[in-house]
């Protein structure tokens, strides 16, 4: 099993920055990739970016690419979303979440709340 956990969340004025962390623990000998995704209020949850554990390639969405950055560190087990020019419909609840490899993202965190006001 792999822990997820979240932090960094919080409410923000609309142009501000966070960083969201994303730590992993228990069984991390062989994650593949670790993606964020957020849910807004009524809407589903929706693809961010993600990041694979070796290599480091990455992806985004188009709705925060240029604005958000996804990063690691390998020895922490801890990936980071850097959002910044923070928008009001950026506002959600980001959940992180890690892929083995060979499988899908099997292991969620609890989610954590971004709130930017305009």
């Known amino acids: 099993q792999v822990q997820v956990v979240e932090s960094g969340g919080g409410l923000v004025q609309a142009g501000d920055s966070l960083r969201l962390s994303c730590a992993a623990s228990?069984?991390?000998?062989?994650?593949?990739?670790t993606g964020w995704f957020r849910q807004a209020p009524g809407k589903g949850r929706e693809f961010v970016a993600h990041?694979?554990?070796?290599?480091?390639?990455?992806g985004y969405a188009a709705s925060v690419k240029g604005r958000f950055t996804i990063s690691r560190d390998n020895a922490k087990n801890t990936v980071y979303l850097q959002m910044n020019s923070l928008k009001p419909e950026d506002t959600a609840v980001y959940y992180c979440?890690?892929?083995?490899?060979?499988?899908?993202?099997?292991?969620w965190g609890q989610g954590t709340q971004v709130t930017v006001s305009s």
């Open positions: 979440a890690i892929a083995p490899r060979g499988s899908g993202y099997d292991f």
């Open positions: 228990g069984r991390t000998g062989n994650l593949y990739r």
């Open positions: 990041i694979t554990w070796s290599g480091g390639g990455t």
